[in-house]
T-cell receptor, first 113, second 115 residues
């Protein structure tokens, strides 16, 4: 089955700096890659996603890039703010197999004011 | 609000007991997923249902079972509870009706504490 690896597990940045979280996947059939943000004690919330036919997608300070050849995708957060502090999960999904979602192990991001 | 409703929000029970967690998916969503999240851990996939039928199974213990009813709500039954079962249990739903992508939406979770 699909295996998603996520790095780093923890990340601390100064407010205003950029943060990058990287994920790799194993199954070339994966075609949808969402990113979720989870604040302490709350539900994971979708913040951005990308389909396999797109190389990059941006939404204000957040961007995701996908390299299908290398089977990796990354989340980029620019001009980080304290409210960006949370745990971020990447995931890979294969729509042809019943939409199973395979999650990474999460990255705890701390933005230092 | 994601549209996925989970009840109860909190549950405190003793070891050896049995509990039922309930989930109502977003209107129109046919797939329901259950995840377990222990303290400071990731999202452990338990089981997925699609339109009433089991679609995929993850690391679900034999003491746990689930089902999806004709009205598409789902229940997760946890029995012979152990201290290690204490966790946040999330339900999520997606459309999965030939649409792509089938976006996954999470409920607010049920926090289970076993004492």
């Amino acid at each position: 089955g699909e295996n998603v690896e996520q790095h780093p597990s923890t990340l601390s940045v100064q407010e205003g700096d950029s943060a990058v979280i990287k994920c790799t996947y194993s199954d070339s059939a994966s075609n949808y890659f969402p990113w979720y943000k989870q604040e302490l004690g709350k539900r994971p919330q979708l913040i951005i996603d990308i389909r396999s036919n797109v190389g990059e997608k941006k939404d204000q300070r957040i961007a995701v890039t996908l390299n299908k050849t290398a089977k990796h995708f990354s989340l980029h957060i620019t001009e980080t703010q304290p409210e960006d502090s949370a745990v971020y999960f990447c995931a890979a999904s294969i729509s042809s197999t019943g939409n199973q979602f395979y999650f990474g192990t999460g990255t705890s991001l701390t933005v230092i004011p | 609000d994601s549209g996925v409703t989970q009840t109860p929000k909190h549950l405190i029970t003793a070891t050896g007991q049995r509990v039922t967690l309930r989930c109502s998916p977003r209107s129109g969503d046919l797939s329901v997923y259950w995840y377990q999240q222990s303290l400071d851990q990731g999202l452990q996939f338990l089981i997925q249902y699609y339109n009433g039928e089991e679609r995929a199974k993850g690391n679900i213990l034999e003491r746990f079972s689930a089902q999806q009813f004709p009205d598409l709500h789902s229940e997760l039954n946890l029995s012979s509870l152990e201290l290690g079962d204490s966790a946040l249990y999330f339900c999520a739903s997606s459309l999965h009706k030939g649409t792509f992508p089938a976006v996954l939406h999470f409920g607010n979770g049920t926090r289970l504490t076993v004492t």
